[in-house]
Structure formats: structure tokens, C-alpha cells
């Protein structure tokens, strides 16, 4: 017998039996289904045996971790219906999508309104028959030759590279597929989904921790599919589409290239907002906005560069500067200072320095003083010429109400985010999110002191501020540069490993350390000796000719 411990409740159970057995000892009880657990703080599946003493957190869909779970088991479902009605093609999962997941088919590039419903009524049927997904672990060779059976060229240049002697498989409805993390013990917990096309492909929908208990509205995003989309071209011109081809192009050497290719991507995409701007005489206001970590200093510290070679002279105004006095700053629900709300910014105050700079006069700039929580002036004045912007980065620079005193013909917006559209495999996505928070783990660990811990921490509040102040106004952009580079993770994976290795095994977010690492194995290692020195990466590696 072992000890195992849940929701406060300690009682024995017999060794080797599952978590889902230990749960249902327990008598927990929840309003929405169980997905998963952590076991001892690492997230498992429920059919898992318990092999020692433990504690066991059981988790819904509320959690992020569940959500995870429940979604990656529902595009399993789809791959299962789609392989019995188009056996000669294969369903790929390419990007997230207005809160779904976009899926295409390999060889099928013109879908049906009545291929997508035959789709939907057979993951219905698979779901209703409350199909079991099995779970097997075999070695590394065997899984290499049975998806060279397959022709999934894909899962075999994956798993050539990772240092590791067996793999984990699931299999539902004779289909058998590689996914990164836990799945559901069955397809019956599986029931809320919808299916509906989208260009090129479709769209999965499913609920979230927000909305557990339906799809939620869907909310369309043109702007950023043309970016992935824009991003999926310059893929397949590279022929890197997956963390395989990556890795092979890194083996064969031919990293170089690829380099070299993937920074001018970007240089080309800043010259021609650049030369956009130059045709917009009446514009004198550049706001750029995006997420965390998404390079937007870099991006606008080189956007002045181009607009200067374009004959037009800039100015930088940090909206940090504007922050109000401490004591004026909104509280968010647990009574602490709320920095990223907009009305933490003097929004009055910012648009009579803006108007009086656009009607020529001359303006005295603010600083913060962090450490006072006060404004300050010291002399540091403006004065706009002829064919000069001001550019303005922050997280609220595509919110209407930070600039609703200036017209909007004298403003231009840029979102920049980092939209990754290379992915493990056609089965396994690289989460937008996930690029961004390796970025910044780095970016913390090398400058500004904190640890990978810190950083994993706090990541749950910047999501959430994200989520409230940033992506409801992402269409509002003028122009969106997608800040990725197809190489970036195989550089940052050893800085990252190295700091996530740090944290202990007791820690709070010590499951999605290990799940990062986890992730970052698949990646061959790549030094960062051939980046340009203005590239958005050394932003967070350091050692860039730009000051930050």
C-alpha cells in the first residue's frame, strides 16, 4: 500500500493502481470533468500508475493545463474522423486561430462546406462512443520505423535527434500519432467543439477556462491569419516547416543560411512599413504595440533607422513616462498596484504634449521616477521639425482610449508579436506564447536578475494583462510585423535548459519547467555566433549594437 494525499485528504491505496482510481477514492468533486492531474507536481495522465507515495492535484478545463489537455485530445479526435473519411490524407494542426486551432489538409487544398460537416458528424460519433485513447511507450527505432511505414517523414527527422531511448504513443480508433503531453483516458469528456471552415482550411473551437461550459463567440481575426499566412509561405520556400527539418538543416550545415535569409525577412518587412509611412504625409504618430517579449524595442529601434533613410526625422516617447503618481494608480483585486491598466497612464496629460508638439510649440518631456513613484521634469524638451514622427512603443498603443484626442489620420499603428508558425510536428504545435515566454526567462536571467522561477511566476499575471489590454485591440493595426525567426529556439535552448534545470522539484511551477524543457529537448542546439548584431534575438541574448 502507498500514501497518497488529495485535496487535503490523505488515505492508502494499493501500489500500481491509476490516478483516476485514487481520484474517484478520494470522492473529489467538480463541476466540469477531470483531464489530467499532477502527480508529485509533474502533469500526468489519469491512466498513470501510482508507483510511491504521492500528492495528487486532480485538473479541469479551468486550468490551463487542462485546457491543453482537452484541446490537443479533441484535434486527436479530428485526425481519427478525418483518417476514416480521407484515408489517403493527413489533418495537420498549423497555428492558433480566434481561440481555436487552425487545421489543413495535407493534399486536399479546396475543402467543402460538406467535408467539414462530415468531419464534425464523425468526431461526434467518436465522441459519443466515448472511444478510448490507449497510451504505450516503445523505443526510439521502433517508433522511427513505424512512421517510416507511414511516409511521416516529419516524426521521423523529430525523433532522429532526440537523445532519448523511447517514446510515447497514443492510439484512438486504429490511429496511432506522437503528442507532446498528456491526452484524456477517453473521447466521452470530449463533448463541447465546433467545426467550421475557414480559408485554406478550418477552424476548431472549443471552450476555454473563461468559458468552460461552450464554445465562445467567435471573434475573427483576418489580420493575423494573413501574417501566419505570410509566414507560412517563407517556410516553405526554406523548406523548414517542423523542429525536423530545423534540426536537419542544422546537422547538414546549412544553419548559416538560413540565418541570413530569416533576419532579412525582417529587414524587408521594417523597409516597407518604412516606406509606407513615407507616403503618409499627414501621419506624425507611430504607435507600436504587442505582447511581452515580442522585440518591440528592437523593431522600433530599427524602424527609426529606415525612416531616417527615408528622409524622415523621428522622436522616441516612452509612455513609462506617464505613468500617474503611485498614489493615483488603479488597484487590480487583490488590492496591489495595477501598472499595466490603462488608467495607470496620464492619458490627459500625454495627448496636451502631443497636440501642442503636432501645433509646433515646444514641449517639456516627463520622467518617472520608479523608485518615488513621482513625475519629474528636468529639462528635457521637444520640438518637432518637418518630416519628423514620434514614436510610441507600449502595450496600450493600440487601445482608442490612450490617443482619442488625436485623428486618427495623423496615426499609425504596429503590432508586433512573435507568431511563430514552425512547429514540433503536423500533429504538434509550438505555442505563440510558449516562444515568447523563453524569450523573456532569458532575457530576465541575463539582465535583470531574476530566475527562470521569477519569471514562470509572474507569467500568469502578464498573460492576463494580455489578454485584457492588448489582444481585444490587435486588429486595430495598421500593420503587423511578425517578430519569429524560424531559428530562435534552437539559439535560446541552452540558456533556457540551463536556467529551467534550477528550479526544484518542490516549486510551484516546477511541472511547466519541466514541460519547457521537455519541449526545448526536441531542438538541436544551436550557438549564437552567426546573428547579426541587430537582430530582434539579441534583444534578449545580448550583445546587440543596440542600448536597451
Known amino acids: 500500500m502507498i500514501k497518497v494525499n488529495i485535496n487535503k485528504k490523505n488515505f492508502e491505496i494499493e501500489k500500481g493502481s491509476t490516478v483516476t482510481h485514487a481520484i474517484e477514492k478520494s470522492a473529489h468533486k467538480s463541476k466540469y470533468p477531470t483531464l489530467g492531474a499532477f502527480l508529485n507536481n509533474e502533469l500526468v495522465d489519469l491512466g498513470d500508475k501510482l508507483k510511491r ?17 482537452y484541446s490537443t485530445s479533441l484535434y486527436f479526435v479530428m485526425v481519427a474522423a478525418a483518417k476514416k473519411l480521407f484515408p489517403k490524407d493527413t489533418l495537420m494542426v498549423q497555428h492558433s486561430l480566434s481561440g481555436g486551432l487552425f487545421m489543413e489538409f495535407k493534399k486536399r487544398k479546396l475543402l467543402s462546406f460538406k467535408d467539414i460537416e462530415d468531419l464534425k458528424r464523425e468526431a461526434r460519433k467518436i465522441i459519443k462512443a466515448d472511444k478510448p485513447i490507449k497510451k504505450e511507450t516503445v523505443d526510439i527505432e521502433e517508433a522511427i520505423e513505424y512512421f517510416k511505414s507511414l ?88 523548406n523548414v516547416c517542423d523542429v525536423g527539418s530545423l534540426n536537419k538543416t542544422v546537422m547538414n550545415g546549412q544553419i548559416s543560411q538560413l540565418i541570413k535569409i530569416s533576419e532579412v525577412i525582417h529587414e524587408k518587412k521594417i523597409s516597407y512599413i518604412a516606406d509606407k509611412l513615407r507616403t503618409l504625409d499627414k501621419v506624425k504618430l507611430v504607435l507600436i504595440a504587442g505582447p511581452s517579449s515580442s522585440g518591440k524595442t528592437t523593431f ?47 492619458i490627459q496629460l500625454f495627448n496636451e504634449h502631443l497636440i501642442q508638439l503636432f501645433q509646433g510649440k515646444t514641449v517639456e518631456l516627463p520622467a518617472y521616477n520608479f523608485k518615488t513613484g513621482k513625475r519629474e521634469f528636468s529639462g528635457h524638451k521637444l520640438h518637432l521639425e518637418r518630416d519628423q514622427v514620434i514614436l510610441v512603443e507600449g502595450i496600450h498603443g493600440l487601445n482608442p ?90 539559439v535560446l535552448k541552452g540558456d533556457a535548459d540551463a536556467i529551467l534545470r534550477e528550479i526544484d522539484m518542490n516549486s510551484p511551477v516546477y511541472y511547466e519547467a519541466k514541460r519547457l524543457r521537455n519541449f526545448l529537448s526536441y531542438f538541436v542546439t544551436l550557438p549564437p555566433d552567426e546573428i547579426p548584431p541587430t537582430s530582434i534575438l539579441k534583444e534578449f541574448l545580448g550583445g546587440g549594437s543596440f542600448s536597451y
Open 300 to 346: 522600433t529601434k530599427r524602424l527609426s533607422i529606415h525612416l531616417q533613410v527615408v528622409g524622415l526625422k523621428t522622436s522616441m516617447i516612452s509612455l513609462d513616462d506617464y505613468f500617474v503618481e503611485r498614489d493615483k494608480t488603479p488597484v487590480d483585486k487583490d488590492g496591489n498596484n495595477d501598472f499595466e491598466h490603462i488608467d495607470a497612464i496620464d
Open 401 to 490: 482610449k490612450l490617443t482619442h484626442y488625436i485623428p486618427e489620420i495623423m496615426k499609425f499603428k504596429v503590432y508586433v508579436s512573435a507568431l511563430t508558425q514552425l512547429n514540433i510536428d503536423s500533429n504538434n504545435r509550438i505555442p505563440t506564447t510558449d516562444s515568447r515566454l523563453i524569450r523573456r526567462m532569458v532575457r530576465d536571467a541575463k539582465f535583470r536578475n531574476y530566475k527562470a522561477e521569477d519569471t514562470l511566476k509572474r507569467w500568469p499575471s502578464v498573460r492576463r494583462g494580455e489578454g485584457r489590454w492588448i489582444f481585444p485591440f490587435q486588429e486595430n493595426a495598421d500593420m503587423m510585423f511578425n517578430s519569429a525567426l524560424l531559428y530562435e529556439l534552437a
Open 53 to 69: 507515495d504521492c500528492k495528487i492535484v486532480p485538473i479541469d478545463i479551468k486550468s490551463p493545463s487542462g485546457l491543453r489537455i
Open 151 to 238: 511516409g511521416q517523414t516529419d516524426k521521423m527527422s523529430l525523433f532522429k535527434n532526440v537523445y532519448s531511448d523511447s517514446v510515447t504513443l497514443y492510439s484512438l480508433n486504429g490511429e496511432k500519432a506522437f503528442f507532446y503531453g498528456p491526452l484524456v483516458l477517453s473521447t466521452g469528456v470530449l463533448k463541447t467543439f465546433d467545426l467550421r471552415y475557414y480559408p485554406g482550411g478550418m477552424l476548431l473551437l472549443f471552450p476555454n477556462g473563461s468559458s468552460p461550459d461552450k464554445v465562445p463567440p467567435f471573434r475573427e481575426q483576418k489580420k493575423i491569419f494573413e501574417v501566419f499566412h505570410e509566414f507560412e509561405d517563407w517556410q516553405n520556400v526554406l
